[in-house]
């Protein structure tokens, strides 16, 4: 309880820092108005998942670091399965992550609202992808210190693993901005599941052919998504059970 707390202060103090980077400083900079949507959707919620995702990954590996007691090490003790153990705890981020994120999201959007004036698409669809982009996040993020050792997550996971994806998700910029400048470029990042997250909830809510179509974000993310199972499952018995 104490931990949503907090992060809900914390979301409420990301909020109107938010609102004026996109509602005052970027227009001050001169960006047109027709970017604020799509790039506020893809660094509003986008980078909010890669940055609690990390943190959740920093938690679940000093849960399985060994020689440390703790609640994790009691339920792999339980006679149940080992994947609903660790679903437990994707399931505990994704609901923290809607109760923290979605309102303030939505209040962003309501008072940029002068912005998002050609939204074309579906709240209903756009809460809908936030939930698909929410599962395959923590099943990613549940993945990473599965996989990797201790000394490689602490030092490598970020510059090597999670830069890349930040970088060349198309976060900052729409994946029809980056074929423009560079087709090969834009392609690759086609193999970033974090393009047809940013992809998807712009064109769930926006609409129009400025955006991946959102049929083809949702098919990549279930499918990304079931590659992140099928991990897991490899991962959880060769880190627990490695005989």
């Known amino acids: 309880r104490q931990s949503i707390i907090n992060k809900i202060i914390d ?12 509602g005052y400083f970027f227009p001050l900079l001169g960006m047109p108005a027709a970017l604020i949507p799509p790039l506020y959707l893809g660094m509003g919620f986008t980078l909010f998942l890669i ?6 990954s920093t938690t679940i590996m000093r849960l399985i670091m060994p020689g440390t007691p703790t609640v994790l090490e009691y339920e792999l003790t339980l006679p149940i399965p080992k994947t609903f153990v660790f679903g ?21 959007i309501w008072v940029l609202r002068d912005n998002f004036s050609t939204i074309q698409g579906s709240w209903i669809i756009f809460y809908c992808t936030v939930l698909c982009a929410l599962l395959f996040s923590g099943l990613f993020f549940m993945l990473l210190p599965l996989h990797y050792s201790q000394g490689y997550f602490w030092n490598n996971i970020w ?43 712009r064109s769930a809510l926006l609409g129009g052919p400025d955006y991946i179509p959102l049929s083809i974000c949702l098919m990549m993310l279930s499918a990304s998504s079931a590659l992140c199972v099928l991990a897991l499952q490899r991962s959880i018995k060769k880190r627990l059970d490695p005989v």
């Open 11 to 22: 979301a409420c103090i990301r909020l109107p820092i938010e609102i004026l980077t996109f």
């Open 51 to 56: 940055f609690t995702g990390y943190s959740f």
């Open 88 to 108: 437990k705890y994707i399931l505990s981020y994704m609901i923290e992550a809607c109760i923290v994120n979605l309102p303030l999201i939505s209040i962003g």
């Open 159 to 201: 510059p090597r693993r999670l830069s890349w994806l930040l970088n060349f998700g198309a976060i900052f910029y729409t994946w029809k901005a980056a074929y423009g400048l560079n087709r090969y470029l834009a392609v690759a990042m086609l193999f970033n599941p974090f393009t047809y997250i940013a992809e998807g909830l």
